[in-house]
């Protein structure tokens, strides 16, 4: 079947897979879809936009506030990323949830920050719980001006987009030209491996849990940033004992701790933790330490893969 990939931007021959695949809250049956040109899935038919809202609830786990993780995660970005780059400026998170990665790094650089997403309730929640410019709505809102941002952070969101090339056109037109782009995806490929066997072990459609509808190969990012005016300054691998799993390399483990806890969304008065907290201090380590044993690369064996954009002059 001919098909245009929204990865690559060609017209070409896709293989569809046999087994169904679906979204939370919605009674769609999809099928994965492989370019023969840039070896990428996606979701056959194109999930709508009223899909993927139904899909994110308020009960999706980035949207619950007040994640110390996701506060360390924000202080050691502004170390590692922003401040490299300049002293100051404005940073532009999109798929922002609860807000908690751009409060890490309002508090801890000075930087201004703002933050876009496609859920009203917790945008809403985000702006009064931390004050910082957080907007409802999509990249592609009026409310975000034209090469106004010297930095976009796009983590895990791509490969949740209706169509990454648009997508990533508009982020391009955000960034000031000397600007930066970090973007943070899974290996497409690896990731996809284990669809099928989840399917025979359960006969039932296979839900992407995270929301996944494109599963973007390396080829495929090269392509998308080809074709949508980006270069690729630095490339990352990360994530390698999942990613062997992924490909029946590496052993899974027998026993799982699984959390019987009910997820609580939590009220708009609920308070930020302290910066200054051994939580914080911990998980500010623990991503210090990680980001920087990054391998360079983007590896097939990688479960997740960065890249360091700028926009092609």
Same mark, same amino acid.
């Given at each position: 079947?001919?098909?245009?990939?929204?990865?690559?931007?060609?017209?070409?021959?896709?293989?569809?897979?046999?087994?169904?695949?679906?979204?939370?809250?919605?009674?769609?049956?999809?099928?994965?879809?492989?370019?023969?040109?840039?070896?990428?899935?996606?979701?056959?038919?194109?999930?709508?936009?009223?899909?993927?809202?139904?899909?994110?609830?308020?009960?999706?786990?980035?949207?619950? /506030?007040?994640?110390?993780?996701?506060?360390?995660?924000?202080?050691?970005?502004?170390?590692?990323?922003?401040?490299?780059?300049?002293?100051?400026?404005?940073?532009?998170?999109?798929?922002?949830?609860?807000?908690?990665?751009?409060?890490?790094?309002?508090?801890?650089?000075?930087?201004?920050?703002? /933050?876009?997403?496609?859920?009203?309730?917790?945008?809403?929640?985000?702006?009064?719980?931390?004050?910082?410019?957080?907007?409802? /709505?999509?990249?592609?809102?009026?409310?975000?001006?034209?090469?106004?941002?010297?930095?976009?952070?796009?983590?895990?969101?791509?490969?949740?987009?209706?169509?990454?090339?648009?997508?990533?056109?508009?982020?391009?037109?955000?960034?000031?030209?000397?600007?930066?782009?970090?973007?943070?995806?899974?290996?497409?490929?690896?990731?996809?491996?284990?669809?099928?066997?989840?399917?025979?072990?359960?006969?039932?459609?296979?839900?992407?849990?995270?929301?996944?509808?494109?599963?973007?190969?390396?080829?495929?990012?090269?392509?998308?940033?080809?074709?949508?005016?980006?270069?690729?300054?630095?490339?990352?691998?990360?994530?390698?004992?999942?990613?062997?799993?992924?490909?029946?390399?590496?052993?899974?483990?027998?026993?799982?701790?699984?959390?019987?806890?009910?997820?609580?969304?939590?009220?708009?008065?609920?308070?930020?933790?302290?910066?200054?907290?051994?939580?914080?201090?911990?998980?500010?380590?623990?991503?210090?330490?990680?980001?920087?044993?990054?391998?360079?690369?983007?590896?097939?064996?990688?479960?997740?893969?960065?890249?360091?954009?700028?926009?092609?002059?």
């Amino acid at each position: 079947m001919n098909i245009f990939c929204r990865v690559c931007g060609s017209l070409n021959k896709h293989t569809i897979d046999d087994f169904p695949l679906a979204l939370k809250n919605s009674d769609t049956e999809y099928h994965g879809a492989h370019c023969s040109n840039c070896l990428s899935i996606s979701y056959l038919p194109y999930p709508t936009t009223e899909a993927l809202i139904a899909h994110y609830s308020n009960e999706y786990n980035f949207y619950q /506030g007040g994640n110390h993780k996701q506060i360390a995660r924000g202080i050691g970005f502004s170390k590692l990323y922003l401040k490299p780059h300049a002293h100051e400026g404005r940073v532009l998170d999109v798929g922002c949830a609860s807000a908690d990665f751009l409060y890490g790094i309002s508090r801890s650089s000075n930087w201004d920050c703002w /933050g876009i997403d496609i859920n009203e309730e917790s945008t809403k929640r985000a702006k009064e719980r931390t004050g910082l410019n957080i907007i409802f /709505g999509d990249i592609f809102s009026k409310k975000l001006p034209v090469k106004y941002f010297d930095a976009l952070h796009l983590r895990d969101v791509i490969e949740h987009v209706p169509d990454p090339i648009s997508f990533l056109k508009r982020a391009r037109s955000l960034v000031k030209d000397d600007g930066i782009i970090y973007v943070r995806i899974p290996n497409g490929i690896n990731e996809y491996s284990s669809k099928r066997k989840t399917h025979k072990q359960t006969d039932r459609p296979v839900i992407s849990t995270p929301g996944h509808i494109f599963y973007i190969s390396p080829k495929g990012f090269n392509a998308l940033c080809s074709v949508t005016g980006l270069k690729i300054n630095r490339r990352f691998s990360d994530g390698f004992k999942n990613g062997l799993r992924n490909l029946g390399l590496w052993p899974i483990p027998k026993f799982r701790r699984i959390s019987k806890k009910p997820i609580k969304v939590p009220n708009i008065a609920q308070e930020l933790p302290d910066i200054k907290s051994l939580k914080v201090a911990k998980s500010l380590k623990k991503y210090l330490s990680e980001e920087t044993r990054l391998k360079k690369g983007s590896s097939k064996f990688a479960l997740e893969h960065v890249y360091i954009l700028s926009p092609k002059i």
